[in-house]
């Protein structure tokens, strides 16, 4: 159950760039990702944009991101960063990382991450999360959205094979954690513990694939993500990397 007051105070002792973290919840939105795109939106980051029911979700590429009332949590961490403070290309792996310690704080499962942005249980798709940006001058505004199956039946028609966390799970410690998790990685700056952290968890790493980047399939042994994040395999005769967060990875 999502307790907004309750967020509102916990998150409200996250500081991002010395500012905390706001929330604004809407009970019916067309994506907690267009909201970013306001400019009194983007006056008040850091803020959390939360929502009970998604009418226009989305994923990465446009693609569908099914989103029910009760059945799934749906929420975007909207941050103003100066173009030099990060590279954008970390925060894809610093999201999935923030997901996941979340996740495994809050359940008793095992999670993998799938490149590029994909939290998987059981092998099968639990999250997603769509990062957008918009530039104004020296400053990046952000928007990391996250769509989680929290009871999605396996009946409802969502194109693909899916995992739920429950419906016991706290949805409120779930965002506070998310949050707290990645301003935490944003400060520490540890890079080369991040991807060690992030190649653990990684799904089929040392084994086949296939990786899709403008319709071009490229296939070889999965070797998990460089130091800058990029995604590595082995072709056998050397070794790719491929730094298109909208590239698709298949298991052969």
Known sequence: MLEISKLKKNLSKILYNNKPIRVLFKNHLSSTNDYFKYKYIKDQCPIVIITNNQRASRGRNNKIWYSFNQKSLSFSLCLKLNANQTELVKLNYLSCLAALRAFKDTTNHGFNIK??????????????????????????????????NINLEESL??????????????????????????????????????????????????????????NVIHEGVLLGISDHGKLMINTGNNVLTINNINSTLRMI
């Open 157 to 214: 028609n969502v194109n693909q094979p899916h995992s739920n966390l429950g419906m016991n799970i706290d949805q409120t410690k779930l965002i506070y954690l998310f949050c707290n998790n990645l301003v935490d990685l944003l400060n520490t700056k540890n890079y080369d513990e991040h991807v060690k952290e992030y190649n653990v968890n990684l799904l089929a790493i040392n084994k086949s694939v296939s990786v899709t980047v403008n």
């Open 115 to 148: 490149w590029p942005n994909d939290i998987y249980l059981d092998n099968k798709k639990v999250s997603g999360i769509l990062i957008e940006s918009q530039s104004s001058g020296k400053d990046i505004f952000l928007s990391l959205g996250i769509g989680i």
